[in-house]
C-alpha cells in the first residue's frame, strides 16, 4: 500500500479532531485521561500544530488512514508527539512507513517516547527505530510510567 503525507491545514482541523477523539480514546487503555462528559470528547490542544509544530494526515489515495503529530523543539530537535493509525489499517506497514517518511522529511536529533505502559507500542517504536537507524539508537526508560524513550540522529 503506498501511502503519503499531507500537512493539514487550518480548514482540515475539524478532521484531526475527530480522528483525535478516537486516538485519545484508545490511549485510556494504558494511563487516565480525562473526559468532559458535557462535550463527551478528551482535552487536547492542538493549536501549536497550525504554528511551529507539524501534523500529518496519513493517507492512501484520498483515504485518510491516520496522523502524525510532530514537534519541532528547535535546532533541528524534533519528537513524534502523537501517531494514531485507524484500525481498518494496522499491521499493513501504514505506521512504519508514515514514520520513515517523516524521519526522512525533518532531519535532525529525534526523541521518540512510547505511549506508557503499552508494550506494543514501545515494541512498534523500537522496531521501527532500529531498522532505520541500523541499531544507532538510545533507549531508556523514563518517567512515572517507565515509558520507552528512544533517541537518535539522522542529521
Not at 503506498?2 to 478532521?15: Q, T
Not at 494514531?84 to 501504514?94: A, D, G, P, T
Not at 517523516?102 to 517516547?113: A, E, S
Amino acid at each position: 500500500m503506498n501511502i503519503e503525507l499531507i500537512k493539514v491545514n487550518k480548514n482540515e482541523r475539524s478532521k484531526l479532531e475527530k480522528l483525535l477523539q478516537l486516538y485519545l480514546h484508545d490511549l485510556s487503555l494504558y494511563f487516565p485521561l480525562d473526559f468532559d462528559s458535557e462535550k463527551c470528547e478528551y482535552d487536547y490542544d492542538l493549536d501549536k500544530y497550525f504554528d511551529n509544530d507539524f501534523a500529518y494526515f496519513i493517507k492512501s489515495s484520498n483515504d485518510i488512514l491516520g496522523f502524525i503529530l510532530i514537534d519541532n523543539n528547535g535546532n533541528y530537535n524534533y519528537e513524534i508527539s502523537e501517531i494514531f493509525v485507524l484500525n481498518n489499517y494496522k499491521e499493513k506497514q501504514v505506521g512504519t512507513k508514515a514514520v520513515i517518511k517523516v524521519f526522512d522529511l525533518y532531519r535532525g536529533n529525534w526523541t521518540i517516547k512510547a505511549v506508557p505502559k503499552s508494550k506494543v507500542a514501545e515494541k512498534f517504536w523500537i522496531k521501527v527505530v532500529s531498522k532505520y537507524t541500523n541499531n544507532n539508537y538510545k533507549l531508556s526508560h523514563t518517567g512515572k510510567y517507565n515509558r520507552a524513550e528512544l533517541n537518535f540522529s539522522n542529521k
